[in-house]
């Protein structure tokens, strides 16, 4: 069964730049949609961005869009999130979470496997 581990949080100035990765192992991540989610202390899981698996078809949510990019490498069964522009509103616990086939969702309750997360602090 798939597997996934997200790695590349840490603490950033406002304005600053990160880049997150999603690996996937026991299964081929080509073959699924990869979304990645945050969720801040005391709030529900927010639909971030999602990647299908022809790797051009995404979707970004409203609060990320022109500052967030999605990207995936099938050759490192690995998926990005690069994170640009950053505010402090956008800490918060970062996860990855992939379902087999073509699409993917910002709603948390589609996808079937989910990583530990990684944490994103943006503060000066």
């Known amino acids: 069964q798939l597997q996934l581990v997200e790695s590349g949080g840490g603490l950033v100035q406002p304005g600053g730049s990160l880049r997150l990765s999603c690996a996937g192992s026991e299964a081929p991540l080509p073959a699924y949609a990869v979304g990645w989610f945050r969720q801040a202390p005391g709030e529900e899981r927010e639909g971030v961005s999602w990647i299908a698996t022809d790797g051009r078809t995404t979707k970004d949510a409203d609060s990320v869009k022109g500052r967030f990019t999605i990207s995936r490498d099938d050759a490192k069964n690995t998926v990005y999130l690069k994170l640009n522009s950053l505010k402090p509103e956008d800490t918060g616990v970062y996860y990855c979470?992939?379902?087999?086939?073509?699409?993917?969702?910002?709603?948390?309750?589609?996808?079937?496997?989910w990583g530990q997360g990684t944490q994103v602090t943006v503060s000066s």
């Open positions: 979470a992939a379902k087999l086939g073509f699409y993917g969702s910002l709603g948390a309750h589609y996808y079937d496997y």
